[in-house]
C-alpha cells in the first residue's frame, strides 16, 4: 500500500473520530474536552492507535480511558459508516500527555526568564 494513501487514512480517522467523540453520551467522556492528536493505523488495517488528550481540571485519565474502551464498539461502527474500508480497525485508545508536557515546560521557561531578570535588575 502506497504510504501516502496510509497517510490520508490517518488523517481522515482523526477527523471522523473527532466528531464521534461529540456524539457520545458516556459521561465520563462528555464531562471532560476529549480530543484526538493523532491515530496511525497498521499497514493491513486491522489495528489503530487512537492517540487523545483529555482537557479539564479533575480529569481523571484512567476514568476517560475506561469510557472510550466502553465506547469501542460504537466508535468502530461509526467509523465504518463512514469511511469507506473493506476493513475497520481495532482501536487502541491511548493517552497523549505532550499538551500538559508543553505547558510544563513552557511554564519551566517563563519562571527561567522571571529569574534571569531579576538578577539583571538587582
Given at each position: 500500500?502506497?504510504?501516502?494513501?496510509?497517510?490520508?487514512i490517518n488523517e481522515?480517522m482523526?477527523?471522523?473520530?473527532?466528531?464521534?467523540l461529540r456524539?457520545?453520551?458516556d459521561p465520563?467522556i462528555?464531562?471532560n474536552?476529549?480530543n484526538v492528536t493523532a491515530?496511525?493505523v497498521?499497514?493491513?488495517?486491522?489495528?489503530?492507535?487512537i492517540y487523545?488528550?483529555?482537557?479539564?481540571?479533575?480529569?481523571?485519565?484512567?476514568?476517560?480511558?475506561?469510557?472510550l474502551?466502553?465506547?469501542?464498539g460504537?466508535i468502530r461502527r461509526?467509523?465504518?459508516?463512514?469511511?469507506?474500508?473493506?476493513?475497520?480497525?481495532e482501536?487502541t485508545?491511548?493517552?497523549?500527555?505532550?499538551?500538559?508536557?508543553?505547558a510544563?515546560?513552557t511554564?519551566?521557561?517563563?519562571?527561567?526568564?522571571e529569574?534571569?531578570?531579576?538578577?539583571?535588575?538587582?
Amino acid at each position: 500500500m502506497a504510504n501516502y494513501r496510509k497517510g490520508r487514512i490517518n488523517e481522515e480517522m482523526t477527523k471522523e473520530l473527532s466528531s464521534i467523540l461529540r456524539e457520545i453520551k458516556d459521561p465520563r467522556i462528555q464531562r471532560n474536552i476529549v480530543n484526538v492528536t493523532a491515530s496511525f493505523v497498521t499497514a493491513d488495517l486491522k489495528y489503530a492507535k487512537i492517540y487523545y488528550s483529555a482537557i479539564a481540571k479533575n480529569a481523571d485519565i484512567k476514568e476517560v480511558q475506561k469510557g472510550l474502551e466502553s465506547a469501542s464498539g460504537f466508535i468502530r461502527r461509526s467509523l465504518a459508516h463512514t469511511l469507506n474500508l473493506r476493513i475497520t480497525p481495532e482501536l487502541t485508545f491511548i493517552h497523549d500527555e505532550s499538551a500538559e508536557n508543553g505547558a510544563h515546560i513552557t511554564e519551566l521557561l517563563k519562571k527561567v526568564g522571571e529569574s534571569s531578570n531579576d538578577r539583571e535588575n538587582n
